[in-house]
């Protein structure tokens, strides 16, 4: 509580808003550091393309193929074939289920086809590949700042 110097006895209400500020910058700062740290998944090198993203409404089912050539569905480590009895069970719940491959860009060609041959065995028929966007055409993908023009006589 503040009192003014004039007045004895008499309480001002005014809320005092600086430890609430404090307090917020507090957890900006926490929560700006610990983001970049909760980023889930498995660390994949994905190849830079030029695409748009694909809209998901509901929760997606990720193939991450490794540096080191071990799978992952979603974020757990599975064999080939146990990989292919789970995506079985998916497939026969919802058979227009989508899967998406995620391989680092070291992967051989001929791992990547494997794995898409071992969805393609539990009866998934939509597979989808992972890709990251280039800077260059994220750059460009952005929108195009304004030019100022300059009217001087130009003869």
Do not use: C, W
């Not at 998944?41 to 998901?56: F, I, S, T």
């Not at 079985?88 to 794995?115: C, H, K, L, M, N």
């Not at 590949?129 to 055409?137: D, F, G, K, L, Y």
């Amino acid at each position: 509580m503040a009192f003014e110097a004039g007045q004895r006895g008499s309480l001002v209400s005014q809320i005092n808003v600086t430890p609430l500020v404090d307090v917020m910058l507090v957890l900006l700062v926490i929560f700006m550091v610990t983001a970049p740290i909760i980023q889930q998944g498995v660390e994949v090198n994905v190849p830079k393309v030029r695409a748009a993203a694909l809209p998901g409404e509901e929760q997606q089912f990720v193939v991450s193929i490794t540096r080191d050539k071990q799978l992952y569905l979603n974020d757990t480590r599975v064999d080939t074939d146990e990989l292919t009895q789970k995506l079985a069970a998916i497939s026969a719940e919802r058979p227009d289920r989508q899967i998406f491959v995620r391989a680092d860009e070291e992967v051989p060609y001929g791992e990547v086809i494997r794995t898409m041959a071992a969805i393609k065995a539990a009866g998934i028929q939509n597979v989808g590949m992972v890709t990251a966007m280039p800077e260059t055409a994220a750059a460009s993908a952005a929108p195009p700042a304004r030019r100022r023009h300059s009217r001087g006589s130009a003869r």
